[in-house]
């Protein structure tokens, strides 16, 4: 009850951030902090599971211009974040390993190199996922039972051509073949009978038991 409680705490103080940081982009003198504005306002989109508006918003920071690398680096996370999502994974691995090249070519982002590390191994598993068809069943077991009554996959969907053929034997699958005919002659044999039975009742209905006499 009180983790319920507490996510919608947050939830209501995000969504009052994000009406603020609306008013402040309409605000004067806004144009010198619109990068950062949009930035925040993808975090908090983010958070709020806006995922649209997440991408646009981290997109149109990085194109205003903004002449700090980390939040440049921060907005290319939030950006292929929202992408990943999305479940845009080509597009989440391009922004990510921007990211990772600015991160790497400043000091002050070089602290955000580890995320975009972690995000690019997730986002690689994602592709090869969808691409193989090959999924770690054991992980995504350990990943419900430790994730709460909320938790949900990550995954991405096989977009590949699918083969439906049998798994069996070939003596596994005409013993299964030869089983499922038993099973019909077993039916047509019950059939069989109860419609015979029902034909010689009416040809030979049983005859009214003798009443007795008193003596």
């Not at 049998?166 to 039916?187: E, K």
Request: hydrophobic letters at 40%; charged letters at 25%; glycine letters at 6%.
């Amino acid at each position: 009850m009180e983790a319920q409680r507490d996510r919608g705490l947050a939830l209501t103080v995000s969504q009052s951030a994000l009406a603020a940081y609306d008013h402040a982009l309409k605000a004067p003198g806004a144009q010198e902090i619109r990068g950062a504005l949009y930035s925040n306002i993808s975090a908090t989109c983010l958070h709020l599971s806006k995922l649209g508006r997440a991408y646009l918003s981290a997109k149109a920071a990085v194109a205003a211009n903004l002449t700090d690398a980390r939040l440049v680096a921060k907005a290319l996370f939030r950006q292929g974040s929202a992408a990943y999502q999305l479940r845009c994974f080509h597009d989440a691995e391009s922004l990510f390993k921007r990211g990772l090249t600015v991160a790497g070519s400043d000091e002050k982002a070089q602290d955000l190199a580890k995320e975009f590390n972690e995000c690019l191994t997730r986002t690689s598993e994602r592709l090869r996922e969808r691409d193989t068809g090959a999924y770690d069943f054991r992980a995504m077991f350990s990943d419900v039972i430790g994730g709460g009554p909320n938790a949900r996959l990550d995954v991405a969907d096989f977009a590949g051509p699918v083969e439906i053929r049998s798994s069996m034997s070939p003596t596994l699958l005409v013993l299964s073949r030869f089983a499922h005919h038993l099973a019909d002659l077993a039916v047509f044999t019950s059939r069989e009978t109860s419609q015979r039975a029902s034909s010689y009742s009416s040809v030979n209905p049983s005859p009214s038991p003798a009443r007795r006499t008193q003596k």
